[in-house]
């Protein structure tokens, strides 16, 4: 096999797990911000991206200490200990 085609090869396949990790990453965080009621595709605000960084942290350290656990059930564990942080309202949100 010629070394030229050998090093294409290799870099594509490195570029589809970059491409692959980089999509999974977006539709987790579009996933995120539809829990907390955020708008999927605008920007957020400040006081949103805040909310938005604090649930996705307090979301992977609970993944961590809780392997088993359902997603969903890790989302509703995240948000009630967000609210009571104050960090998100205590109602449901609406998108805009």
């Known amino acids: 096999m010629d070394p ?3 090093g294409v090869a290799v870099a594509s ?4 797990v970059i ?3 980089f999509i999974l990453g977006a539709l987790q965080r579009r ?3 539809t829990a907390l009621g955020l708008p999927s595709t605008a920007p ?4 949103d991206k805040r909310a938005f960084l604090a649930f996705e942290n ?3 350290q609970l993944r961590d200490s809780f392997p088993d656990a359902s997603k969903r059930r ?3 564990v995240t948000q009630k200990l967000l609210r009571e942080r104050g960090v998100l309202a205590r109602g449901p949100r609406n998108a805009p």
């Open 31 to 33: 996933e995120m911000r």
């Open 13 to 16: 396949a490195i570029l589809l």
């Open 74 to 76: 890790r989302q509703m």
């Open 44 to 47: 957020l605000k400040p006081q």
């Open 58 to 60: 307090t979301d992977m």
């Open 4 to 6: 030229f085609i050998l």
């Open 19 to 21: 491409l692959a990790a």
